[in-house]
């Protein structure tokens, strides 16, 4: 039988865990009025006429 890694499970946890508060900290960061899960608009790469 394989023998668990827990070095592995436990880097992975604290990769998540630091990936979170770094959200969060951005999260924190944005100004009220802005919300950073909103697509950004498409650009005008096509001309018309």
Do not use: C, V
């Not at 070095?7 to 100004?31: D, G, I, N, S, V």
Request: hydrophobic share 25%; net charge positive.
């Amino acid at each position: 039988m394989a023998k668990t890694n827990y070095t592995f499970e436990k880097r992975q946890k604290e990769l998540a865990k630091q990936k979170k508060q770094a959200e969060k900290l951005l999260k924190k960061a944005a100004p009220k009025g802005e919300s950073t899960d909103q697509p950004t608009p498409p650009a005008d790469d096509q001309i018309a006429g």
